[in-house]
């Protein structure tokens, strides 16, 4: 009895430990759990706090960023370098050689990749005169410029530019429109059946190929324009008259000018008659001579007989 009684004991107490351990663990992982459970709730509420505000942070840079873009979208790109824009000059530049200078400025245009579109002289004095017209790239427009003004002494310079964007991207617009016309009347063209469809369809496609290469070339004109700016020299020596000078007044003004005047109407009188001399020879001696015999022959005397006079009547008496 009292070895059972041991035993019973003792698988009792092997349950009560067994329990009190399971127990204990149950209890362990509640904690652990609940404890998770919160972290990550801490974890969540701090990441989604976080993320609204990495996101808001992102968004305001974002907008902040694309703002102008945004704003713009609708507008043309106001970037110089994304517009298309023509640059002209004129400038008027007094050197010592002009020879010399010419030289230098054509040499100048063409170290900048440009090129001499024109080249006019006047006199080799010292009052001569050189128009230059220099084309360059829009790039070294202003370079160019600053170079030329530095070969003498600058009397004048004038810049125009003219902006062709719109007028760009519309023909870029036009050409791809009439591009995809011109392949729709060759396929048209190549499904015809009949000789009066092939004539119309042919016809057609000639008018529309031709408006497409009118298009294709006022773009390489305006391409051309905006790649190369012109610039016009003119290089005047140091006894040339100034373009600008303000006119002088006076009586001997006037005298010299109305003196110039006389010889310049009687220069031009001179040579019409020099003109018209030859005509005057060779028409004026034949008329001269036929008028000199017709004029002979009226003064000759007419041969004509003399007719005699009739013999008097006497005159009769009446009876007394």
Do not use: H
């Not at 505000?53 to 979208?73: F, I, L, S, T, V």
């Not at 002009?98 to 579109?117: H, I, K, L, P, Y």
């Not at 015809?192 to 006022?218: Q, W, Y």
């Amino acid at each position: 009895m009292t070895t059972m009684g041991a035993g019973m004991d003792g698988q009792v107490g092997r349950r009560r430990g067994a329990l009190l351990a399971a127990t204990t663990l149950a209890a362990a992982l509640a904690l652990t759990g609940c404890g998770a459970g919160d972290s990550g709730a801490r974890d969540s509420a701090g990441t989604a706090a976080e993320a609204p505000a990495a996101n808001g942070g992102e968004a305001g840079r974002d907008a902040a960023a694309g703002a102008p873009q945004g704003a713009g979208a609708g507008a043309p790109d106001l970037r110089v370098d994304q517009r298309a824009i023509i640059y002209t000059g004129r400038m008027r530049v007094q050197v010592d050689d002009v020879d010399s200078a010419a030289r230098e400025a054509t040499a100048v245009a063409t170290q900048a990749g440009g090129f001499v579109g024109g080249d006019q002289r006047r006199s080799a004095d010292a009052d001569a005169v050189a128009e230059l017209e220099l084309r360059v790239p829009a790039a070294k427009f202003t370079g160019v410029v600053e170079e030329i003004a530095k070969l003498g002494r600058q009397q004048s310079r004038q810049i125009d530019t003219q902006d062709v964007t719109e007028e760009t991207v519309d023909l870029e617009a036009r050409i791809t429109s009439q591009r995809a016309r011109v392949e729709s009347a060759r396929r048209l063209l190549s499904r015809a059946t009949s000789i009066t469809d092939l004539v119309s369809l042919e016809n057609e496609l000639g008018r529309r190929e031709a408006d497409l290469a009118s298009l294709e070339a006022k773009k390489r004109r305006l391409a051309d324009l905006t790649a190369l700016s012109t610039i016009t020299v003119s290089l005047a020596g140091p006894a040339a008259k100034d373009t600008e000078d303000e006119a002088e007044t006076g009586f001997l003004v006037g005298l010299r000018g109305g003196w110039k005047a006389f010889l310049v109407s009687m220069t031009v009188l001179l040579t019409v008659l020099g003109a018209l001399l030859p005509w005057l020879v060779a028409l004026g001696v034949p008329l001269v001579a036929l008028l000199v015999v017709l004029r002979r022959r009226r003064r000759s005397p007419a041969l004509v007989a003399p007719v005699s006079a009739p013999p008097p009547v006497p005159a009769t008496r009446s009876a007394p």
